[in-house]
């Protein structure tokens, strides 16, 4: 028989693995989708303004889910949470490859998001009660695997593609990929929820959960501009070769991926004050970089910046949630978790008026100082 804690060890890299593995499985599954949607758009038939309120449609699956999701964290297991919303997410990718009117493909991307969402709010909790299990900084690593995961998925997605095999073969081929993932992670994920003891169904988010969740909603919206607006930035305002805009956006992916990858040491040698303060001056000189070199490299370098400083200020914000007691953990992540993702669907769109009325080079300065709101309250959170 093992010894006590021979035992604890070999649960805790058991429930490490689960929570990785899930990480994984949904950036290769956000990965997948992203890749479909070129061809969703021609298959359908649609133009620019439609295929922007399909894509709506994810974010509200994934706004109401997360929330919900949250409170039934507090009365029934991660483990079947994870299994019933990672089931829904790989069965619906199919689905998006193959709708063939824009009712399916809508009733599509609602469950593709809503189970997202599902999937997103109890892999961080998830997260947040390893980590405390541990008793060492994982969370970043945790993280790092949701952005390497989206590097794989779409390499795996466009190599596939390039195969000339049919799109929902490649799907399936990608989805068969992730339910093997599943079956190894989920008989080692939690089965206990949020708290030890049964706690209250809903909570409104209070104390310094909300400071948290606003500080999310600033990072994930600078992470939105990178999506939406570092293309556009580089091929009207640096003159890149259309062809080539998407190089910002790779960039800040690498440079994100590889510090979050090596994040837990780096909050283990720093703290996570230091951290959360190198993240958010790191991130705001990105932007400030970005936008004030005269050319394309140095905004590559600025965007390669932002991608460095913004890597461990969200998964640091997910583990101070995790000592935090304002609020159970199921609920206060599930409010932290959707605060940063109306951040990404809204903030965008913020950019763009702010662009119209002035310039885009003026809106992503504008992120820049929105983000010193991070090193400001560090000592706050951390507190």
């Excluded at 093992?2 to 058991?14: C, D, F, K, L, Q």
């Excluded at 837990?264 to 703290?271: A, K």
């Excluded at 400030?288 to 490299?297: F, K």
């Amino acid at each position: 028989m093992p010894s006590r804690p021979n035992a604890r060890v070999i649960s805790e890299a058991g429930y490490i693995l689960s929570t990785r593995l899930i990480f994984l499985v949904t950036g290769i599954a956000m990965a997948v989708w992203s890749a479909l949607v070129p061809f969703a758009k021609d298959r359908l038939g649609i133009d620019d303004a439609a295929l922007g309120l399909l894509l709506l449609c994810l974010g509200l699956g994934s706004l109401v889910t997360m929330p919900l999701t949250g409170m039934l964290a507090q009365r029934y297991s991660l483990r079947r949470i994870l299994l019933i919303a990672g089931l829904v997410l790989c069965v619906s990718l199919p689905c998006l490859a193959v709708a063939p009117t824009v009712a399916t493909m809508t009733a599509a991307i609602l469950a593709f998001g809503g189970s997202l969402g599902c999937v997103e709010v109890a892999m961080n909790l998830q997260a947040v009660l390893v980590e405390r299990g541990a008793e060492r900084p994982l969370m970043s690593g945790f993280h790092g695997l949701y952005s390497l995961g989206g590097l794989v998925g779409a390499a795996a997605a466009t190599g596939l593609f390039s195969l000339l095999i049919p799109q929902v073969g490649s799907v399936l081929i990608l989805v068969a990929a992730l339910l093997a993932m599943l079956a190894i992670a989920l008989p080692r994920s939690l089965i206990r929820g949020g708290t030890e003891e049964p706690g209250p169904f809903f909570v409104v988010p209070h104390g310094i959960v909300v400071l948290i969740g606003a500080l999310c909603f600033i990072t994930f919206l600078g992470e939105g501009a990178m999506v939406d607006w570092s293309a556009l930035f580089l091929t009207s305002e640096r003159g890149l070769d259309p062809a080539h805009g998407s190089s910002g956006y790779a960039v800040f992916s690498v440079t994100m991926t590889a510090g979050r990858l090596a994040g837990d040491r780096l909050v283990r040698r720093l703290g996570p004050q230091r951290t959360l303060i190198a993240g958010g001056f790191g991130m705001s000189a990105g932007f400030l970089l970005a936008v004030t070199a005269p050319g394309a490299i140095g905004s590559l370098a600025g965007f390669a910046l932002v991608g460095a400083g913004a890597s461990n200020i969200v998964p640091v914000l997910f583990s101070a949630t995790g000592r935090q007691r304002a609020m159970p953990s199921s609920l206060a992540v599930a409010a932290i978790s959707t605060l940063g993702y109306t951040g990404i669907l809204t903030g965008p769109a913020f950019l763009g008026f702010v662009a119209n009325a002035s310039s885009l080079a003026t809106a992503l300065a504008c992120v820049a100082v929105l983000v010193l709101a991070v090193p400001a309250a560090a000592p706050v959170i951390l507190r």
